[in-house]
């Protein structure tokens, strides 16, 4: 282990890894950072290349709560758990994901699609049904709009269809399974992205506030790279600037000299989406040997 940065001997950082929908990304997250974490399947402990490292796994919805209680230093859910259980922690790096994309998810405010309810304030005296009734209860009270607010174990699209509620609290990211049950979004509640969070304990130990630094940065860079490729190709000289004219980049694109030649190596980074139309292009204006790679981090 490496000592920590005041020239202490090293720790070791514990570190829930939240199980269910955001499990799998959250461990492919880690492999693009360096972490070769494995995961037996009766195992709430998992494997991890880093001696630094002791690693659990965990409901998302408890992660947060083990964190302001000491039972590990730090974390990795969603902020709406953070929020639903009040946990006193802090949030070191948002990190922009979900289950299924590099992008935040909301908690909406639905109702029966052919319904009448157009406005929060209809809702009053009728019962909500959701998974975050903490959040749900805060929302509609500082709005003055009194509601009764009923947990959901799941399936929460079909309490309404069924008549077991009003209308439902539920996280979507497309808000297509909600119109597929027949409901319409009346409002938003929360926007939530994957947290890393930990608790004050961690944070004033340099050991592990150094260890949540790395963490932090590799992870971000990691999500960073998402979508992103690396382009290199051979321009000659005379063609440079109209090559060029056409490569999005960071900051510009590195341009160095083939040796003894009047050719130049052109490299840069661009999004996976422009590549299919972006390579004919280049083709066109006197690029050569064009080679497309993957990133596993942009720092």
């Given at each position: 282990m490496?000592?920590?940065p ?22 492919e ?14 195992s ?28 590990i ?11 639903e259980?009040e ?12 289950k ?23 809702l ?6 959701t998974?975050?009734?903490g ?9 003055g ?14 309490k309404?269809?069924?008549g ?11 808000g297509s ?11 938003e509640?929360?926007?939530t992205?994957?947290e ?6 961690a ?10 630094g ?5 992870l971000?860079g ?21 090559v ?5 980049s960071?900051?510009a694109?590195t ?21 299919r ?22 720092v």
């Amino acid at each position: 282990m490496r000592p920590s940065p005041d020239g202490r001997p090293g720790g070791v950082l514990k570190l829930g890894i939240p199980k269910g929908s955001l499990e799998q990304y959250t461990l492919e997250l880690f492999a693009r950072s360096g972490w070769s974490i494995t995961v037996g399947s009766r195992s709430y402990f998992p494997n991890v290349n880093d001696p630094e490292l002791s690693l659990t796994i965990s409901r998302a919805q408890e992660i947060s709560r083990y964190v302001a209680q000491g039972v590990i230093d730090a974390g990795i859910t969603g902020r709406d758990w953070r929020l639903e259980n009040e946990s006193d922690v802090e949030v070191v790096r948002e990190l922009v994901y979900s289950k299924s994309s590099a992008k935040p998810c909301r908690w909406v405010l639905a109702v029966p699609g052919d319904g009448p309810v157009t406005d929060v304030a209809q809702l009053a005296g009728k019962t909500v049904a959701t998974e975050l009734p903490g959040v749900t209860r805060r929302w509609f009270a500082a709005k003055g709009v009194d509601v009764n607010v009923e947990f959901s174990w799941g399936a929460t699209e079909a309490k309404v269809v069924s008549g077991l509620a009003d209308a439902i609290v539920e996280v979507t990211e497309t808000g297509s399974t909600i119109k597929a049950h027949g409901l319409r979004i009346i409002d938003e509640v929360l926007v939530t992205a994957t947290e890393l969070m930990a608790n004050r304990a961690a944070l004033s130990d340099p050991f592990k506030k150094s260890k949540l630094g790395q963490i932090s940065l590799l992870l971000s860079g990691a999500l960073a790279a998402d979508g992103m490729v690396g382009l290199k190709m051979n321009v000659k000289e005379s063609d440079a600037d109209s090559v060029v004219a056409l490569l999005p980049s960071l900051r510009a694109p590195t341009v160095a000299h083939l040796f003894r030649t009047d050719w130049l190596s052109v490299e840069t980074v661009v999004s996976k989406s422009v590549v299919r139309d972006l390579i004919p292009e280049l083709l066109s204006r006197g690029a050569e040997g064009i080679i497309e790679y993957p990133l596993n981090k942009i720092v």
